[in-house]
């Protein structure tokens, strides 16, 4: 179901106003009605409308003016209407900060989109004005474990419970999760977070380095599991881990020592082990890709970590964050999300999880800095060459369609605006939109 928008009418005239009012409740709005605009500054904070529909030309105090009046940061989007209304006025009405101009006599049909696009608009604007003073309430565990999903909400209290013990933790979760934000969670929040957290990709390493590089030489170096000591061990991927170095992993963590290349007996050590993965490890083990006596050492407790796309609730938090972080780095305003953008966030699936989420507000920002982008752009980066169409004719379509609809948005179907916008004729436009199927309602 759509959501229910309200809007205030600001109008002298008593019968347009009583038109007005009867076309808009008619489409579902809640609606207030004031015969003048001078009574809008008082009762604004008391209605909270999602969009102002003021007449231009009324005594005591006209729409440019009321326009003029409100505090634009605050203020919910204004479309002016007017019978007198020329190019010159609407020209200075949007310059002003106007979201639109209708004149007199109006389209219903295009003044109900016009307005439903500036209390969508208004109603997202909010929506990132209390996500942001929500982020920036957070503190702790909440603000790196972001999310309200009952899949997050479990993972924090599991990381809070596990992280005063020294009991062996498996992460499980697809690539780009947060795996290794979990362990590190684990770990800060753990007595051992004055010491080294050492984070080993077990895909890389090389079985004929491990015990130099990991145990040390004598003489030379103390190896990276010394020199940890007291810390965390997080093993990431551990089903990549060559078989050899396995069981010398085993060995470390079962007897709590290594033996440096060289010396004459081994030196103790004490390391929290957490390790993760995201194949499935059982499967791993069947396969003799892993050591069944590695598994029983490394997963006294499982967590999975969910996916992103059964975290469709938190897409627009952590988004929000993202772009935050990215616009701070920067030095640039973070952009506000679009009803598109909304869409784009909400109908991807993310295959790449967190990861891909936050590369695409990073791009997003990026995009912004040089005046233009959309998330949906910021996603298709990320998109694989097959999805390019076969065939030439069917690339020219799927631009046309992309083009010929985002005209249409832009002048809320107006096709003599749209045909002059997009350098062809109006019949050449008709016959376009019949060709390429689009529906101009379902756009608009």
Request: glycine content about 6%; some cysteine.
């Amino acid at each position: 179901m759509s959501p229910q928008f309200s809007v205030l009418i600001v109008d002298d005239d008593k019968s347009m106003r009583a038109s007005l009012v009867d076309l808009l409740e008619a489409a579902g709005w809640r609606v207030e009605a004031l015969a003048r605009a001078s009574q809008v500054i008082d009762r604004l904070p008391g209605l909270s409308p999602d969009v102002i529909l003021s007449d231009v030309r009324m005594p005591e105090m006209s729409g440019l003016e009321l326009l003029a009046a409100l505090d634009r940061a605050t203020a919910p989007p204004v479309v002016l209407i007017s019978a007198h209304g020329d190019i010159p006025m609407a020209v200075q009405a949007m310059q002003d900060g106007a979201y639109s101009f209708v004149e007199k006599p109006y389209d219903p049909r295009r003044l109900l989109s016009i307005l439903r696009h500036a209390g969508q608009q208004h109603r997202m604007a909010r929506g990132a004005d209390r996500l942001r003073a929500r982020l920036a309430e957070l503190s702790g565990l909440d603000r790196i474990l972001l999310g309200t999903t009952p899949e997050i909400t479990a993972l924090r209290r599991d990381v809070l419970d596990l992280a005063p013990t020294d009991a062996s933790v498996f992460l499980q979760g697809e690539t780009g999760t947060g795996k290794e934000l979990v362990a590190r969670a684990l770990h800060d929040l753990s007595p051992r977070s004055d010491a080294p957290f050492l984070a080993l990709n077990c895909a890389a390493i090389a079985a004929d380095r491990f015990e130099a590089e990991m145990f040390g030489v004598k003489g030379e170096n103390t190896g990276r599991l010394v020199a940890a000591g007291g810390g965390t061990l997080f093993l990431d991927e551990v089903c990549a881990c060559p078989l050899p170095v396995q069981a010398k992993l085993l060995r470390v963590i079962e007897e709590q020592e290594v033996t440096p290349i060289g010396a004459p007996a081994p030196v103790a050590i004490d390391l929290r082990v957490v390790s993760a993965s995201n194949e499935d490890t059982e499967a791993a083990v069947q396969a003799g890709h892993l050591r069944q006596d590695l598994l029983f050492r490394l997963n006294t407790v499982v967590l999975p970590l969910p996916p992103l796309r059964q975290r469709r609730d938190d897409l627009v938090l952590l988004f929000t964050h993202f772009l935050d972080h990215s616009a701070r780095i920067y030095e640039v305003a973070a952009p506000e999300l679009t009803q598109a953008d909304m869409s784009a966030l909400l109908t991807h699936d993310w295959p790449g999880n967190v990861r891909e989420l936050r590369n695409a507000a990073e791009r997003r920002v990026l995009a912004a800095r040089r005046g233009g982008g959309s998330v949906t752009d910021a996603i298709r980066a990320n998109e694989a060459p097959a999805d390019v169409p076969d065939t030439l004719r069917e690339a020219v379509a799927v631009f046309e369609r992309e083009l010929i609809g985002r005209a249409l948005r832009a002048h809320d179907g107006r096709m003599d605006a749209v045909a002059e916008a997009l350098g062809i004729g109006r019949r050449t436009l008709n016959e376009k939109i019949v060709k390429l199927g689009l529906d101009k309602e379902a756009l608009l």
